[in-house]
């Protein structure tokens, strides 16, 4: 959530309005909490019984109560717990195994009862997250649960991203998927629409990317789990309960086990497809404020104010944590290497990134690489509003050179290809405007330092932030703001459809040829689009699902977004890693702006990253006229052109000189 948001902190750099402050004399109160980092925090079961251990360091009294049932009914036992002053903790036990039963806490702070609370650590919930379940997790695994592995990962730069909604990908009548809008949808092998194109995990696996980044799937706040013939459609980036599934997306919301168990097969299945699955993760925010689980049990501690006690709310949603302070630091690590190692997640996109500090993402990218080398971790190097973080500790897009193993969204080519986000008629690079070209050069050797690229005339970032490729992901669109194929209707408005599409399609080929990492949205292989909406976070199913009928009407579209995702994985002169290997084998044809707009040349020399092929021409043209480019000496075999791939028998042979038709991209090899 909150793309759109990212240039905010750029502006607010230029006007000096950000804060730089330490933390708020409010906060400094939290400085002397106790902290505890074991391994049974909330519940463990043994062979001698229940137990139970909640951190509230300044509670009065905490008790636990017991319940039969998930939502409903009284508790059939209320216990105390017992204090430890040493590290803030309270425990209970109980001498059974409780599996099948439902527990919450009650905490007694500034002699005031609270609201009960699963507390922060449940793992399994019943419907509507209000209450923590005891469950025995072996019993939910698939079978082969234990060999199961995602894909081996050995660049960043090697990773296909391929954005989605679990509503978005099934709830259409034309997806031919029985578990709509459930984990299991993408279980489904032999799926088609009307049209007998493969859709579902089919689809995925005939498009070729390499993971898809599923929107939260963590217990979320906005879906009523008891009435789901609603069809309340949400994003997620709403946070209940950050270490159990959301139960709208399983089969049974009622039944802890079952969206357990439906996530696991969803994501084995997708293992065994050989693509790997990422979380999008929101830990910067609560759902609530006063009435969220964190608050519940330790209030004021895991979110940061000002110094007027007011919650501070750089995630524009009404608050924001504080990973600064060790406890929430601690939540945050052991809640992505809980998700690793028990639901054997292959990456985390961490949501408004920047609201965490560098030493957390540092942390967190550190513990998950001990646990599977090949997990990737990126972020949105951003936020949404001020903080009491000061700038230089915050995970900006600017700092990402302080982190280690972590990668961060390009706003710089995003806006410079299709068009500032803000402004729905603004025009990019692929769409005709001139003046983007230098931009668009920032994103092609992944915001690197390069000697031909001159990062004053930048629109977004005024030097080189990143110190390897590995740490940029590329893209155009993603679930926030305009897709792209509602930014084309809008800023393209007299432009016919095949225009769009020859549009989109150059947008794309500049994203798929960049270094870094390229990131796509779920349908736009096949130009789907959201009925103009900017903001579908909680817009109905008939703005947001998939119309799978228009893969055979955009066929074509389909095949080239295909032969990218092919061109990028059989080539890894557009994967190189290091920003010494960008700037010796990328050499950029001196082109002034000025006279010919929206044009950029360059060539990959030399096998660059040890590609078979020598060299390789890439070539876009924005505008609309034709562009003539000189070619060096040799014979040149074109793989794209005229909106076409063809990476075997080629597209034509060249000498000398190429001519390249509006709004398209050429791509030729030697």
Same mark, same amino acid.
């Given at each position: ?25 409010y906060?400094r ?8 980092s ?14 139970f ?7 009065q ?58 507390g ?6 019943g ?85 898809i ?24 980036y709403?946070p ?24 696991k ?12 699955v ?63 190692k ?41 936020t949404?509003g ?13 700092n990402v ?18 068009g ?18 230098e ?23 005024k030097?080189p ?5 590995e ?14 194929t ?5 800023s393209?408005p ?30 736009e292989?096949?130009?789907? #689009?959201? /009925?103009?909406?900017? !903001? ?7 703005? &947001? %699902?998939?119309?799978? @009928?228009? =893969? ?35 050499v950029?044809?001196?082109? #002034?702006? /000025?006279k010919?707009? !929206? ?6 020399k030399? &096998? %660059?990253n040890?590609? @078979?092929? =020598? ?31 063809d ?10 000189s ?9 791509i030729?090899k030697?």
């Open positions: 959530m909150a793309v759109a948001t990212a240039a905010i902190l750029t502006a607010w750099a230029a006007t000096g309005s950000i804060s730089t402050s330490a933390a708020s004399n906060d109160q939290f400085e002397d909490y106790p902290t505890y074991g391994d049974d925090l909330e519940l463990k079961v043994d062979n001698n019984g229940t137990h251990r909640l951190w509230s360091p300044k509670a009294e905490v008790t636990l109560n017991l319940y039969d049932t998930g939502l409903n009914g009284k508790a059939y036992k209320t216990l105390p717990m017992t204090f430890h002053a040493e590290n803030g903790t309270w425990t209970a036990s109980v001498p059974e195994k409780l599996y099948g039963k439902f527990y919450t806490f009650s905490v007694k702070q500034g002699c005031k009862w609270l609201g009960e609370t699963p922060v650590w449940a793992k399994a919930v419907a509507n997250g209000k209450r923590a379940a005891i469950i025995d997790f072996a019993g939910t695994d698939p079978k082969g649960w234990a060999q199961d592995k995602g894909p081996k990962v050995d660049n960043f730069s090697d990773v296909i991203v391929y954005e989605m909604h679990h509503r978005d990908m099934s709830m259409s009548p034309t997806s031919g998927i029985a578990n709509k809008g459930k984990f299991l949808a993408l279980t489904e092998e032999g799926s088609r629409s009307p049209e007998g194109e493969k859709t579902g995990i089919d689809h995925l696996k005939e498009l070729g990317v390499t993971h980044h599923i929107l939260p799937s963590y217990d979320y706040n906005s879906v009523d789990e008891t009435n789901l013939q609603q069809n309340t459609y949400n994003w997620g709403d209940q309960n950050y270490n159990a599934p959301e139960g709208s997306y399983s089969t049974n919301p009622s039944d802890p086990a079952t969206r357990v168990r439906e996530m097969e969803m994501i084995k299945a997708l293992h065994d497809a050989g693509i790997g990422i979380m999008d993760v929101v830990y910067n925010h609560t759902a609530e404020n006063d009435g969220s689980n964190f608050e519940l049990t330790a209030p004021g501690y895991y979110h940061r104010h000002w110094d007027n006690g007011a919650y501070s709310d750089a995630s524009g949603c009404g608050n924001e944590t504080a990973s600064d302070r060790k406890q929430m630091r601690d939540y945050i690590l052991n809640s992505v290497k809980y998700w690793a028990e639901y054997h997640v292959d990456g985390f996109r961490f949501d408004l990134m920047a609201i965490h500090d560098t030493e957390t993402m540092n942390e967190v990218a550190a513990e998950l690489k001990k646990i599977n080398p090949s997990i990737f971790v990126y972020g949105e190097g951003w949404a001020d903080s009491p973080l000061p700038v230089e500790r915050r995970a900006l897009k600017e050179s302080k982190m280690n193993d972590i990668a961060v969204f390009s706003d710089d080519l995003r806006d410079a290809v299709k500032h986000y803000s402004n729905a008629e603004d025009r990019g690079f692929a769409t005709g405007k001139p003046g983007n070209e931009t668009v050069k920032i994103g092609i050797v992944a915001a690197t330092a390069h000697p031909q690229v001159d990062y004053s005339k930048g629109n977004n970032s030097f932030y990143a110190k390897s490729p740490m940029i992901v590329n893209y155009v669109s993603c679930h926030d703001d305009l897709m792209l509602d930014k084309l209707r809008k393209m007299e432009a016919s459809e095949d225009e769009r599409k020859a549009a989109a399609r150059l947008a794309q080929t500049i994203v798929f040829t960049s270094q870094g990492t390229p990131f796509m949205f779920c349908g292989e096949i130009f789907r #689009d959201k /009925k103009g909406e900017h !903001n579908s976070y909680k817009s109905p199913d008939s703005i &947001n %699902a998939i119309d799978w @009928s228009l =893969k055979a009407k955009n066929h074509d579209q389909f095949e080239y977004y295909k032969g990218l995702i092919a061109l990028r994985k059989a080539h890894p002169a557009f994967r190189m890693t290091t920003a010494e290997q960008i700037a010796k084998h990328l950029f044809d001196k082109i #002034d702006s /000025k010919t707009p !929206n044009l950029i040349s360059y060539t990959l030399d &096998n %660059a040890g590609d @078979s092929w =020598k060299d390789i021409k890439v070539i876009f043209n924005g505008s609309e006229e034709e562009r003539p480019i000189k070619l060096p000496k040799g014979e040149w075999n074109a793989v794209i052109k005229d909106g076409k791939i990476l075997d028998a080629g597209l034509g042979t060249f000498k000398g190429v001519t390249v038709a509006p709004r398209t991209a050429m030729l030697r």
